[in-house]
């Protein structure tokens, strides 16, 4: 076993032994969003390594301390990418974490999310047992596919050790659009082309002293953007240009978002919503920033408006969730994961005692008894 690695078990298992919390640590670029970061730190960043890539079979795997700027500037010397385009959220962002994180960018309504890209995990659970799910082929599981269970979980059912993902070559060709138009003429827009053969890969509007612009971009075959960029209008801009926004949408540094440092009390909210939910009514001075076609809607209001916009949200089949907002000493906390129903709660709890029974990996992050 790599020395890296088994000091990382022998940590565990006397963390078990004592009953000592422990905070799953990478780069630490999310320690914005969580209900409570408890426990002593845990730092991945030890593991780290490249240790297998085939890219003629598109499958990469890495150890979960792996920057993951390394990664992707090791998979676009062969042409490839990490197509969901997960963000850094600052320059240390690790594999592991945009695993744990299981956030993705402006492309995830187009081409999926980090989960399923993720082919197979290794695991330390809470009783310092490495366990091994999935593998690294896409059409290898046999049950549950309990690796995907990993995306999104925030490193409380266990720490993750090594990762395989599936990789794709970057689109041969790519355009930007540009429209002017209000908020119901975008959704309008993007539901009419939500059901048209065209490449679409991302989306965003916002609103911008009284101006309403969404930006359009679009990805694949020659031929097919160029058509597509015909029959749509709009402007098109160009690709070096316009390269930098959409990877300020990605890591939230629009001027949109960064406003929010300026007006004390605002928080981000993060609305996920059918594609084709129609304009919500927000609080007033709420304009949304809208991706995803539709489907995800940040929107800044105060704490005390969260009601209202969880009711919202619910009205159209969706929900809304508290992602980023200050607290009183400076740190940045986010709402408890709403499960919605007892069923699923029950569920997660005996995931949880499953691979973590004495609660040792980040104890109150995702919600208040875990």
């Excluded at 998979?75 to 956030?103: D, I, N, R, S, Y």
């Excluded at 890969?201 to 020659?222: H, K, M, P, Q």
């Excluded at 709660?345 to 691979?355: D, E, G, M, P």
Aim: charged share 20%; hydrophobic share 45%.
């Amino acid at each position: 076993m790599d020395t890296a690695l088994r000091q990382i078990v022998d940590r565990v298992g006397a963390a078990a032994a004592a009953q000592t919390p422990l905070r799953i640590r990478g780069g630490g670029t999310k320690d914005f969003h969580g209900l409570a970061l408890r426990g002593d730190v845990l730092d991945t960043r030890a593991f780290t390594g490249i240790v297998g890539y085939e890219p003629s079979e598109l499958v990469v795997t890495a150890r979960a301390g792996t920057p993951l700027s390394e990664l992707e500037a090791v998979l676009a010397e062969k042409g490839q990418c990490l197509p969901f385009e997960p963000p850094h959220f600052g320059p240390g962002a690790t594999v592991g974490g945009m695993v744990a994180a299981g956030l993705s960018g402006p492309a995830r309504a187009s081409v999926g999310a980090v989960r399923d890209y993720l082919l197979g995990v290794v695991l330390l659970n809470g009783r310092a047992e490495l366990l091994t799910f999935g593998g690294q082929v896409m059409k290898n599981v046999a049950g549950y596919d309990v690796s995907r269970l990993m995306a999104g979980a925030w490193g409380t059912l266990g720490l993750l050790t090594e990762v395989s993902l599936k990789v794709l070559p970057v689109a041969l060709a790519e355009a930007t659009l540009r429209f002017e138009c209000s908020q119901a003429d975008a959704l309008r827009r993007l539901h009419a082309w939500g059901g048209l053969p065209l490449p679409l890969n991302a989306s965003c509007w916002v609103e911008d002293a009284g101006v309403g612009t969404l930006f359009v971009r679009l990805r694949g075959a020659v031929a097919a953007v160029d058509a597509a960029c015909r029959s749509m209008g709009g402007t098109r801009l160009d690709n070096a240009t316009v390269a930098p926004d959409w990877r300020a949408c990605r890591e939230q540094t629009l001027p949109w978002f960064t406003a929010r440092r300026a007006r004390p009390g605002q928080a981000l909210w993060r609305l996920s919503l059918p594609a084709t939910a129609p304009v919500l009514a927000l609080p007033e001075g709420a304009s949304p920033l809208i991706e995803w076609h539709g489907a995800l809607r940040w929107v800044q209001a105060p704490l005390a408006q969260g009601d209202a916009l969880r009711e919202a949200a619910r009205a159209v089949g969706g929900n809304a969730a508290l992602f980023m907002a200050d607290g009183a000493d400076g740190s940045s906390v986010a709402g408890p994961l709403d499960l919605k129903s007892s069923a699923l709660a029950q569920i997660h709890a005996r995931l949880k005692h499953s691979f973590d029974p004495a609660g040792l990996f980040n104890p109150g992050r995702m919600a208040p008894q875990w």
